[in-house]
C-alpha cells in the first residue's frame, strides 16, 4: 500500500475536522438558542469573542484539509493537525472558546471575562520565549548545573569505559 502514512494523517486529519466543524456548530446552535429563548446578553460580546474562534478554525481547514485528484488519489495530506507549537495553541483557543460558550450560556455574562485565560497564556508563553532567548536556551529546557564540571564534562570516565578501553574500545557484533 503506497503512501500508507500519507493516507493515514489524510484520514485522521478529515476525521480531526469534521468533529471539530460538528461540535462549534452544535455549540453555537445551543447557545443562540438558549440566549433566544431563556436568557439575554450581549451579542457583540458573542460575535466578537467567538469570531477568533471561527477564523482559526477556517485557518486549520485550510492547513490540513487533505486535497484529492479528480481520480481520487491522494494529492495532499494536509498539515499534522496534531503538531505542537502554533497548531497546538490555536487548538487551544478552540477549546477554550467552547468552554467559555458553555459557561457563559450555564453561568451568565460574567463568565466572558474567562477569555482572558487566551492572551494572557500567549504572553506567559512569549515572556518564558524571550527569557530563555536571552538566556542562550530553548524555552522549557532545564538551565545547566551550577557548580563543579560533571565527569562527563570533563572527560573522566567510568570504570566500564576503561575496561573496554582495555579490551580494545567497543567492538559491534554483527549476526
Avoid at 443562540?32 to 474562534?53: D, E, M, N, Q, T
Avoid at 492547513?63 to 487548538?91: F, I, Q
Avoid at 482572558?116 to 520565549?129: F, Q
Wanted: charged fraction near 20%; charge should be positive.
Amino acid at each position: 500500500m503506497a503512501n500508507k502514512a500519507s493516507k493515514q494523517l489524510a484520514r485522521a486529519n478529515a476525521t480531526a475536522l469534521n468533529r471539530t466543524h460538528a461540535i462549534t456548530l452544535g455549540l453555537h446552535i445551543v447557545f443562540i438558542l438558549y440566549r433566544l429563548l431563556f436568557r439575554g446578553g450581549s451579542w457583540w460580546k458573542y460575535f466578537f469573542l467567538s469570531a477568533p474562534s471561527v477564523v482559526i478554525e477556517y485557518y486549520l481547514e485550510r492547513l490540513g484539509r487533505p486535497s484529492y485528484v479528480p481520480t481520487g488519489d491522494l494529492r495532499s495530506p494536509g498539515e499534522d493537525m496534531e503538531a505542537k507549537g502554533v497548531t497546538e495553541y490555536l487548538w487551544d483557543i478552540v477549546y477554550v472558546t467552547w468552554g467559555v460558550l458553555g459557561l457563559v450560556g450555564i453561568a451568565g455574562e460574567w463568565a466572558w471575562w474567562l477569555w482572558t485565560i487566551v492572551p494572557a497564556y500567549a504572553i506567559y508563553l512569549a515572556y518564558t520565549t524571550y527569557t530563555g532567548m536571552k538566556n542562550g536556551m530553548m524555552p522549557g529546557m532545564p538551565s545547566a548545573p551550577e557548580g563543579p564540571p560533571s565527569d562527563a564534562a570533563t572527560g573522566a570516565q567510568s570504570n566500564r569505559q576503561k575496561k573496554a578501553e582495555k579490551r580494545g574500545g567497543q567492538k559491534v557484533r554483527y549476526q
